[in-house]
């Protein structure tokens, strides 16, 4: 049986890869873990290390991960973004810019039950819960 890291090596086709979660469930370590470039909105509010998350900053945040993954799949590359991606329409830019370069598109759904990393009250993330919307690639 081939490691997920073999199956990877050989499936050498581009591709954009969305994870989709709530805090905690497992976004970031799953993407580190594909091999390909990795962005999330969550990086824009990385400054020397330290997390400074900014909650008026956030479209642009949001606005950076989408450029970056652009610019990365214009190169040629891979990628991988991971996102609370609540509701379709948060994956809808990432969607039209591979439609656009004809890049497929696997989403995964991260479903862990991990301490979030940045805090994210309990309380947002029930809210998140309940908003949760089930995607499916058309």
């Given at each position: 049986?081939?490691?997920?890291?073999e199956?990877?090596?050989?499936?050498?086709?581009?591709e954009?890869?969305?994870?989709?979660?709530?805090?905690?469930?497992?976004?970031?370590t799953?993407?580190?873990?594909?091999?390909?470039a990795?962005?999330?909105?969550d990086?824009?509010?990385?400054?020397?290390?330290?997390?400074?998350?900014?909650?008026?900053?956030?479209?642009?945040?949001?606005?950076?991960?989408?450029?970056?993954?652009?610019?990365?799949?214009?190169?040629?590359?891979?990628c991988?973004?991971?996102?609370?991606?609540?509701k379709r329409?948060?994956?809808?830019?990432?969607?039209?810019?591979?439609k656009?370069?004809?890049?497929?598109?696997?989403?995964?759904?991260?479903?862990?039950?991990?301490?979030?990393?940045?805090?994210?009250?309990?309380?947002?993330?029930?809210?998140?819960?309940?908003?949760w919307?089930?995607?499916?690639?058309?």
């Amino acid at each position: 049986m081939k490691t997920f890291r073999e199956y990877l090596n050989e499936n050498k086709t581009q591709e954009l890869v969305l994870i989709r979660g709530v805090p905690g469930s497992g976004k970031s370590t799953l993407a580190k873990k594909l091999g390909y470039a990795h962005f999330e909105a969550d990086m824009y509010f990385e400054l020397k290390g330290k997390y400074a998350f900014d909650a008026s900053k956030l479209q642009e945040a949001h606005k950076w991960c989408q450029n970056e993954v652009y610019k990365t799949l214009k190169a040629g590359k891979s990628c991988v973004v991971s996102n609370t991606f609540v509701k379709r329409w948060e994956m809808q830019p990432y969607l039209d810019m591979a439609k656009k370069e004809n890049i497929p598109v696997r989403i995964i759904e991260a479903t862990g039950n991990y301490k979030n990393v940045h805090g994210v009250p309990d309380e947002v993330i029930a809210n998140m819960k309940q908003r949760w919307e089930t995607v499916k690639l058309n």
